[in-house]
């Protein structure tokens, strides 16, 4: 795909793979700086929590989905794929990690 194609999809609101990743990074960075204030072992839950309501509203609202467990099923193993590449990171891994330390 050339840069004026990417440029264009992304004025129709699509992402691309860096505009993607540019996004993603954002909620990462709001997850650090509720991280100041709470415990990561809380704050995951909630960023979770707040994927599942959104998704639902996506499901629901924005794509009408009549079957539910199809795009549950869906979901998981998006949300299982995207886990296990990232417990594979060897940027994450945990043996000696400082826990207050910030994602980047």
Known sequence: MSRNERRAMRKEGHLDETAFLKVADRFIDV??????????TELHLAMLFASAR?????ANIVLSVDEHEPFVEHMVKQYSEMLRQHLADPNLAGAGADPDTPLN
């Open 54 to 58: 959104y998704s639902a509203y996506v």
């Open 31 to 40: 997850a650090n700086k509720e991280n100041e204030k709470y415990k990561a």
